[in-house]
């Protein structure tokens, strides 16, 4: 079935370091992927999507590009702030009624 | 304000007892979703209305487990006899509108955070 597989955390940076969070999926068809952003205490937020092969979602100084070829849709930022801190979930729809999230990589940004 | 409004922010509960949670849309939309989200898990789907009508659940959702969606706006989701098992964040969500049909991610609420004790 439909998976994504996260890189485990936490991932702990200094301010200003760059971020890399690792995401791979398996899915028939042509997914479209996400990724979304939970601070503590709040629900999910979509920070950005990727909708077919070589898109790059950004939003908010991160970025992340649709590989199909390695079924891949790695997030990265060249500068954390503090204010980053939180859970980072990578996400797939292939149709349907919903959507398939993993498990989540929780980011600490040190000042 | 994240469009989708959740409530009890918060409920604990004994085991055996009964709890049900609110989700209200802040606009209309034809489609809502329930997931559920234990410690250190991404969210996992449990059911999904299109208005009023419940078209799909998952098999996480046991004949304890009841929800619904009168007049299609806000949405119940009751647990009966509550179990130790049941405690983890219950998430709403809503479709964020795009021009069309294609998914463009959702607007989740704070979620209701259910501790069984």
């Known amino acids: 079935g439909d998976s994504v597989t996260q890189m485990e955390g936490p991932v702990t940076l200094s301010e200003e370091a760059f971020l890399t969070i690792n995401c791979t999926y398996t899915?028939?068809?042509?997914?479209?992927l996400f990724w979304y952003v939970q601070y503590p205490g709040e629900g999910l937020q979509l920070l950005l999507k990727?909708?077919?092969?070589?898109d790059k979602g950004s939003n908010k100084g991160f970025e992340a590009t649709y590989r199909k070829e390695t079924t891949s849709f790695h997030l990265e930022k060249g500068s954390v702030q503090v204010s980053d801190s939180a859970v980072y979930f990578c996400?797939?729809?292939?149709?349907?009624?919903?959507?398939?999230f993993g498990a989540g990589t929780r980011l600490f940004v040190k000042a | 304000d994240t469009g989708v409004s959740q409530d009890p922010r918060h409920k604990i509960t004994k085991r055996g007892q009964n709890v049900t949670f609110r989700c209200d849309p802040i606009?209309?939309?034809?489609?809502l979703y329930w997931y559920r989200q234990t410690l250190g898990q991404g969210p996992e789907f449990l059911t999904y209305?299109?208005?009023?009508?419940?078209?799909?659940k998952s098999r996480l959702l046991s004949d304890r487990f009841s929800a619904e969606r009168p007049k299609g706006s806000f949405s119940t989701l009751e647990i009966q006899r509550t179990e130790q098992g049941d405690s983890a964040m219950y998430l709403c969500?809503?479709?964020?509108?795009?021009?069309?049909?294609?998914?463009?991610?959702?607007?989740f609420g704070s979620g209701t955070r259910l501790t069984v004790v």
């Open positions: 996400a797939l729809y292939t149709g349907g009624f919903k959507t398939i």
């Open positions: 899915a028939t068809g042509y997914p479209s």
């Open positions: 606009s209309e939309h034809n489609r």
């Open positions: 990727a909708t077919k092969a070589d």
């Open positions: 969500a809503a479709p964020i509108p795009g021009p069309t049909t294609a998914n463009y991610g959702y607007t």
């Open positions: 209305f299109q208005n009023e009508a419940q078209l799909e």
